[in-house]
């Protein structure tokens, strides 16, 4: 309880009718809240100027049903609890996990769930789901939650979009909340997606792996407590890329951070250590972190220029920048496979992946995609064409610093995005 000060306080109640999900459609049912005390309703109502579209589906897991509110349910590989859990779906991968409503540790109201991991000694990956209709195409929407994760591997997210017609569903990416194994209190976590351009549905996803593991009597628990869920619209994704120029001199707006650092000093920033040209540039370091700037357009017939400062190591570390189309994208940078030199990465059927004949120094080096409409696009690397595709030949997003988990410090300076003369 966040009543604080101990007094018992007459119980507020508010009802309203919610829309629950029954087979395929939804119904509208009464819905019931009771709070113990008015503080509670303004901390829950400041801040929330944007509508949360996830709003009529009991987000704050407030009132939930007995079996979840007490011993709570336990899932099985595959199990799905919509009944349990109305507008949510509840998934477990390879292995049993509990899920139930705790009212000791709530932050947001009185209520919150947690989910617990019960195999012991294998990887289990946990998740929770939600179907949202009513999005608009080419547009941003930032999926947030309040999250406290204990012992596990980290906590993604992502949405699966699906198209007007229904006959074409378009993922979009992976994107990391959390990369700390275990925090001590709730924090909020947010990520932005960028829907695709005939988007009218999705299901988004928040979901987490752990292994708990017994040695000797202690065993290692995995837990997540989860709360306040919210999916509100930001605005119309960027126009058309071409002529862009981005020399990282202000600040982040306009890119995505598809996955913080490992710990707050490592998150991808802007830095007065290197600059290309002007004063800073956006610095990447640690493990992990990435960015990722999406279009509202396929763009091609251009080249995309980025320079890289690099600064070889001997231990095995990664980072491409990548630039993507629907289910494809084309690489350049450091992979771990070659330290000494320069890899290139083509996805597709076979995947290529290529260590060049370009050796990495340290300091600045340009990267060059010339994408050409219907003949694909061709890689150089300091103005040295180091490989080619026909298997794309147009891109919709650009992914700074893709890293595998063994990401390690380099600078990107002056984004360019130049058409064809
Ligand atoms: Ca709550
Ligand atoms: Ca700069």
Not at 141 to 155: C, F, K, N, Q, T
Not at 166 to 187: G, W, Y
Not at 305 to 325: C, G, L, T
Request: with cysteine; proline share 4%.
């Amino acid at each position: 309880m966040r009543t604080g000060c101990g007094v018992p306080q007459d119980p507020v109640t508010i009802q309203w009718r919610v829309r629950v999900r029954k087979g395929k459609g939804y119904v509208r049912e009464p819905f019931t809240l009771a709070f113990l005390s008015m503080t509670v309703i303004a901390s829950v109502s400041l801040g929330q100027a944007a509508e949360n579209l996830l709003a009529a589906r009991n987000p704050g897991f407030e009132k939930l049903t007995a079996d979840l509110a007490e011993d709570g349910v336990r899932l099985k590989h595959g199990g799905i609890a919509y009944t349990n859990l109305p507008g949510w779906s509840l998934q477990v991968h390879s292995g049993e996990a509990k899920v139930n409503g705790d009212t000791k540790i709530a932050v947001e109201g009185e209520n919150c769930l947690k989910f617990e991991i019960l195999t012991e000694g294998k990887r289990t990956e946990v998740a929770i789901s939600a179907d949202v209709h009513n999005l608009k195409p080419n547009t941003i929407y930032e999926l947030s939650a309040m999250i406290r994760p204990y012992g596990i591997d980290w906590v993604n997210s992502y949405f699966r979009f699906y198209e007007h017609d229904d006959e074409r569903m378009v993922d979009s990416k992976h994107r990391r909340l959390i990369n700390a194994s275990t925090l001590p209190k709730f924090k909020r976590f947010s990520r932005r997606f960028v829907t695709h351009r005939n988007t009218t549905r999705g299901t988004l996803s928040i979901y987490w792996t752990g292994n708990r593991q017994r040695k000797g009597i202690i065993t290692k628990k995995c837990m997540v407590w989860m709360d306040d869920i919210r999916l509100v619209e930001i605005g119309p994704a960027l126009p058309l890329a071409v002529n862009l120029r981005e020399g990282f001199e202000k600040d982040l707006s306009g890119w995505l951070i598809a996955e913080p650092g490992d710990g707050d000093d490592n998150n991808p920033k802007l830095s007065d250590e290197k600059a290309h040209s002007g004063k800073r540039s956006l610095k990447l370091s640690g493990t992990w972190g990435k960015v990722e700037r999406i279009f509202s357009e396929e763009v091609t017939d251009s080249d995309v220029i980025i320079w890289f400062y690099d600064q070889p190591q001997k231990h095995s570390n990664s980072r491409m920048i990548m630039v993507e189309a629907d289910h494809m994208r084309v690489g350049i940078g450091v992979k771990h496979k070659s330290q000494t030199n320069y890899t290139t990465y083509i996805e597709g059927d076979p995947r290529l992946i290529e260590i060049t004949d370009i050796k990495r120094t340290t300091g600045w080096h340009e990267f060059r995609w010339a994408f050409s409409r219907g003949n694909g696009v061709t890689l150089y690397i300091d103005r040295k064409k180091v490989a080619s595709s026909g298997r794309q030949d147009y891109f919709r997003s650009i992914s700074l610093g893709c890293n595998g988990w063994q990401g390690f410090t380099c600078y990107l300076d002056d984004l360019m995005i130049v058409p064809k003369r």
